[in-house]
């Protein structure tokens, strides 16, 4: 069921370990990656077969985007090797150009994309530019074919739009899209980091059907993930990893959920679930703390909305259905154009949102890298960002500040070097439990939370859930947007289901059945517009 690789392949193996002729497309074998401080891989051996979907598995900073990066050429390994499509390559002769060369494509989990440049423009940085003879780019054909790319996998967004104005669910789309326009069929390697996790369900089935389609023309997948049903769904084996080892290898035919998570978090390990909903029964009388009439601002039309102290509600919708917009709206990010909110009844006008944070209220968005993370402050810094103005008294109190971050950082399971790394040095999830912790410290009234658990383990997921639970348990709330339809049902206490910008359900605890969240997202209902 599960061979644990340490058993199978030592990691003293003779100086030069040998690559056995089999058919595999892609060899890795030995690579090794030390960070100052930190050991991020250990000697790690993985091979996937021409034909194969094979996820690769592993606790937040457990090294699978640092074996991404080497296999991509984009970071070089301190020792190992890899054969790629018949070459070998010694770890110093992995390069961006020659890896490309010989068939790899690679999603990267911050999709690498250029926010400044037009759909098109980034499509064509990945393919080269279609030039004319005399070297102009020829911007009818880079248009034309970009719109064929989007057609196919079914992405709205238009050539000119620019990357920065898209939502990130459909960025994620574009750099998917890109990484795979010029793949023909034959034994390419396909390497997705994480690719669905900002995707909605609609979306995140296209790109895994996409995927089935390219590894049964041959192609070899590495598919990153901790969507673990999507890793049961997609793959046929699983490699797990721990700390920058390989701990197990599993055939997916033979394995379930469970037995996966024991791989990755460890058996027996405790599983907090600390998220039962024990909402407290408001006090007779009592007033709701977040009040919406009528709302309109950006896409939204006519939004009314309560939520009691003590609960968290859910939102629910397809990309675009206005879930974004509504917690920017509460929050003074987006312009209202007519309609009232309260917070614990007083009048929220917020314009900005210095002023919500003021109130108590605290939004984290979807797009880390551009709104959450200071990539080039340290993660004790990035923690206490959000409460800077506690620490001075007379003097500027830092060793208070370390010691309360260190807390932080054990609690929320940060792993890093230290402290005083950068916050860019992180891992994806690391960076998100950072950024949750910077703004739970503060003990904020009325939570807005945006995908919150995106890229985050299974482990941390709990951790993040009750933290959530424990805000409102002491009388805030929260209104949480989550793709994913299954830990919503398993976090909220009941949700709302958002259409073009209306909302066209109210659903109870007792009907919160992903496949009923599903059901209610693509029915088509007359109240719209
Ligand atoms: N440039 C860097 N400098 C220092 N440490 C780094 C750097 N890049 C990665 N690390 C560290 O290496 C470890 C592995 O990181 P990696 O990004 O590979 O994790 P991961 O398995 O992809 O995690 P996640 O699921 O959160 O994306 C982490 O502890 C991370 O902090
Ligand atoms: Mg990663």
Redesign the pocket.
């Known amino acids: 069921m599960c061979e644990v690789a340490g058993e199978q392949v030592s990691t003293q193996a003779p100086a030069d370990p040998a690559i056995p002729d089999a058919d595999s497309v892609l060899y890795v074998r030995g690579i090794s990656k030390v ?2 401080g ?1 050991r ?1 891989l250990d000697a790690v051996d993985l091979d996937i077969r021409s034909g194969e979907v094979h996820g690769l598995c ?10 991404v990066k080497i296999l991509s050429g984009v970071l070089r390994a301190d020792s190992g090797k890899v054969r790629i499509a018949g070459r070998e390559l010694e770890a110093h002769q992995i390069g961006p150009k020659l890896v490309r060369d010989l068939g790899v494509r690679v999603v990267h ?1 911050d999709l690498a994309l250029f926010p400044d440049l037009s759909v098109a423009e980034n499509m064509m940085l990945g393919a080269g530019l279609p030039v004319s003879p005399v070297r102009s780019v020829q911007w009818r054909e880079l248009r034309r074919r970009t719109r064929l790319n989007l057609d196919r996998f079914e992405i709205t967004a238009t050539p000119d739009a620019l990357v920065r104005d898209l939502p990130i669910g459909v960025r994620s789309q574009v750099a998917i899209a890109r990484a795979l326009q010029d793949v023909s069929s034959g034994e390419g390697v396909l390497i997705l ?2 690719p669905t996790a900002a995707l909605p369900a609609h979306e995140v089935g296209l790109l895994l059907d996409a995927i089935r389609r390219l590894a049964a023309a041959g192609h070899a997948i590495l598919f ?1 993930s ?1 969507r673990l049903d999507e890793v049961l769904a997609v793959t046929q084996r699983v490699t797990v ?1 721990r700390d ?1 080892r390989v701990f197990a290898e599993h055939r997916t035919a033979q394995l379930t959920e469970s037995e996966l998570i024991d791989s990755i978090i460890g058996q027996g390990q405790e599983r907090r679930a600390d998220t039962a909903r024990s909402v407290p029964l408001p006090a007779a009388g009592a007033q709701p703390l977040l009040t919406i009439r009528n709302l309109s601002a950006g896409p939204l039309r006519e939004v009314s909305l309560e939520v009691m102290p003590g609960e968290i509600v859910g939102v629910a919708g397809l990309l675009g259905s206005g879930r974004t917009e509504l917690l920017r709206a509460v929050y003074g990010d987006l312009k209202r154009t007519a309609g009232m909110i309260t917070v614990a009844g007083k009048a929220a006008n917020y314009s900005r949102v210095d002023q919500a944070i003021a109130a108590g209220v605290v939004m984290i968005p979807e797009d880390r890298a551009g709104s959450g993370a200071f990539g080039d402050l340290t993660v004790d810094e990035n923690l206490s960002l959000s409460v800077l103005r506690e620490y001075w008294g007379l003097v500027f109190r830092r060793t208070q500040l370390r010691s309360d971050a260190e807390e932080l950082r054990q609690r929320f399971r940060v ?3 230290s402290g005083s ?1 950068t916050m860019k ?6 960076q998100q439990k950072t950024i949750l912790a910077r703004w739970l410290r503060r003990k904020p009234v009325l939570l807005l939370l945006d995908e919150p658990t995106q ?1 985050v ?1 299974v482990g941390a997921r709990s951790d993040i859930h009750a933290a959530i639970r424990q805000v409102t348990k002491t009388g805030g709330a929260a209104l949480l947007v989550l793709s994913d339809f299954e830990e919503l049902a398993q976090v909220v206490d009941r949700a709302v289901v958002l259409r073009r910008g209306k909302i066209t359900a109210h659903v109870p605890r007792e009907r919160l059945a992903a496949r009923h969240l599903n059901q209610l997202i693509y029915e088509e209902t007359d109240n719209h517009a």
Do not use: C, I, Y
């Open positions: 960070f100052p930190l991020a592993g606790g937040n900073g457990s090294g699978k985007s640092t074996l989990q980091d994480e990153v901790h990893f920058g792993r890093a070097a790394v040095s992180l891992s994806g999830g690391n890229g383990d």
